[in-house]
């Protein structure tokens, strides 16, 4: 339909948009607001082409008949639409450039526009894609006072529940994660709003649960969640399984983190892609990867011997791991600075699973792990260096190359100090003087997990 519609010719230019006149008609100002409504209905109702259809036909008669207030967040929403349907960034880019011109030009010259729309579209679909993780900060605060001041209070905890995940997954100290949490879901409550509360309930309960202040790892229930998996409310259970896979990551809970991949996680996939996405693709690959390592070193010691124990098949962990890893380097591809450090570490653990079954190279393996330390630091991702340092112990663990895996061990330890997960720090530290002791008894273990 995008095709047929040979949108690249509806890009204004820069000279375009700066001398676009005000639509004035009443008639076509209410035909734009009639077909906005009307792609609103589309989209929930399911029918997605007919969306596309509407959105395409406002942005051509505002661009013929003049500027419409909704033209910023038409063009906001159709630069995603290029990025994830059509997998043309290119143009993507240029759209998203496009509306925030738009609005400029429309703030500038005191014309209305719906600059709340605007600010949730580029700044969850647009933005996390293609702008690093730890320059976002400021501008979602930016972004969640203006949409205060104009009393869009609805884009305003939009904005605000995407700048708490992106500091979360991007590797923000956890305990400024839950006191932010907490800040915002008190203004929530003051404002008797409470549709995003439950997902800062998420993020604040997974960061006690990191920072050992909840007696679980993976369950989140305690403080901030008291009934987190509430299917009835769809939302609710998308947000609950993506932090749980999140925690399952961090917590080397591969079996679980692999089941609710396979089980639920395709789910996720048919939901209109927000940056949510391409991190939970991250931590899908890494349990599924985990997982197959687990049972690969499982039959490699011929620990199929003892009590089966209910898990998924190492095919079905590798076929879905690999098509998570194929988004992933399609994306990086495309240009996501926040995936390039993702996609170094799952070819580090592709690599170490080929190798456990004989098929892959030592030299190699530890020269993806190193990379992808490196790639992590160098984004600021504390979170993933931490990770990217534990699964290279474990793969050191593994080939027996004790000494040199205790010292990344140790180092993973102190980057999960860092980021303030002081549970994992402290189930590191007790695996750190295991392994010691049985290297110092002369005794080979047979991995980390």
């Known amino acids: 339909a995008i095709k047929q519609m040979k949108m690249e010719k509806t890009i204004p230019s820069s000279d375009e948009i700066e001398n676009l006149p005000m639509m004035t008609d009443p008639m076509r100002m209410f035909g734009i607001e009639l077909l906005q409504a009307a792609g609103f209905s589309a ?18 008669w505002s661009l013929k008949h003049g500027f419409h207030p909704s033209m910023p967040a038409a063009f906001a929403t159709m630069s995603s639409v290029f990025m994830h ?6 143009q993507g880019r240029r759209l998203a450039a496009a509306s925030h011109q738009l609005l400029e030009n429309a703030k500038a010259c005191g ?7 605007v600010i949730v579209r580029l700044y969850m679909l647009v933005d996390p894609w293609t702008r690093p993780a ?8 930016d972004g969640y006072k203006t949409c205060m001041l104009q009393g869009d209070v609805d884009s ?3 904005v605000i529940s995407t700048y708490m995940l992106n500091g979360l997954l991007s590797g923000k100290e956890l305990k400024y994660v839950e006191e932010d949490a907490q800040r915002y879901q008190s203004q929530m409550a003051a404002l008797k709003y409470d549709k995003w509360e439950f997902l800062l309930g998420l993020l604040s309960q997974a960061s006690l649960n990191l920072m050992g202040r909840a007696e679980n790892t993976i369950t989140l229930t305690g403080k901030a969640v008291e009934e987190p998996d509430d299917p009835g409310l769809l939302q609710h259970y998308h947000h609950t399984h993506f932090v749980v896979r999140f925690l399952c990551a961090h917590f080397g809970e591969y079996k679980a983190g692999a089941q609710d991949a396979i089980q639920i996680g395709h789910d996720w996939e048919k939901k209109y892609p927000g940056f949510l996405f391409g991190y939970d693709a991250f931590h899908k690959a890494i349990c599924l990867y985990g997982e197959a390592r687990v049972i690969a070193q499982l039959h490699r010691n011929r620990c199929n011997l003892l009590p089966p124990v209910s898990r998924p098949t190492s095919a079905l962990c590798k076929k879905h791991a690999y098509k998570y890893h194929a988004m992933i380097q399609s994306w990086v591809k495309s240009g996501a600075p926040n995936h390039v450090h993702h996609l170094s570490i799952l070819d580090a653990e592709k690599s170490a699973l080929l190798s456990s079954t004989q098929k892959g190279d030592f030299k190699e393996v530890c020269q993806l792990y190193e990379k992808s330390i490196r790639d992590s630091v160098r ?16 793969y050191l663990v593994e080939i027996d190359s004790k000494d040199e895996g205790l010292y990344h061990l140790q180092n993973a330890i102190e980057r999960f100090s860092d980021w303030g997960a002081n549970r994992r720090a402290e ?12 290297s110092m008894a002369g005794i080979a273990p047979l991995s980390m997990e």
Request: aromatic share 12%; hydrophobic share 40%.
């Open 156 to 158: 305003a905890f939009k």
């Open 43 to 60: 989209f929930f109702g399911g029918k997605p082409i007919l969306m596309l259809l509407t959105l395409n036909q406002r942005i051509q």
């Open 427 to 438: 189930q590191l530290r007790a695996k750190l003087g295991m392994l010691t002791r049985s």
């Open 134 to 141: 730890r320059s976002l900060s400021n501008y979602y605060i």
């Open 111 to 117: 014309r209305p526009c719906s600059e709340g729309e």
């Open 85 to 90: 349907v059509m997998k043309d960034w290119e």
């Open 379 to 394: 984004g600021g991702f504390v979170n993933h260096a931490a990770l990217a340092e534990e699964r290279y112990a474990s």
